[in-house]
C-alpha cells in the first residue's frame, strides 16, 4: 500500500529510502575503488606506484585521482 507522500510517515519513508541509498551507494563506491586500484596496481608490475606518490610524483597521483573519480562516476550511473 502506498502512502501519501505529503504526510508524516510518508515523508520518514522516504528520509529512509534516501539514507539507505546513501549507504549502499558509499558501500559500492568504496568497494568498486579498492578493487580498481588493486587491478590497477596488479597491470603495472613496472613501478611501485605508493613508492612513487610517498617521494612526491605528482604524475602518479593524478593518474590515481583520475582512477577514483572514473570509478565514482560508474558507480554513481550504476546506482
Not at 568498486?32 to 613508492?51: H, M, P, Q
Amino acid at each position: 500500500m502506498l502512502q501519501d507522500p505529503n504526510s508524516l510517515m510518508g515523508i520518514l519513508t522516504q528520509y529512509g529510502r534516501a539514507v539507505g541509498w546513501s549507504i549502499a551507494a558509499a558501500v559500492g563506491f568504496a568497494f568498486g575503488v579498492g578493487i580498481a586500484l588493486k587491478v590497477f596496481d596488479w597491470l603495472s608490475t613496472d613501478i611501485d606506484e605508493w613508492e612513487e606518490i610517498k617521494k612526491g610524483n605528482m604524475g602518479v597521483a593524478l593518474i590515481f585521482i583520475s582512477l577514483i573519480v572514473m570509478v565514482g562516476l560508474l558507480v554513481h550511473k550504476v546506482i
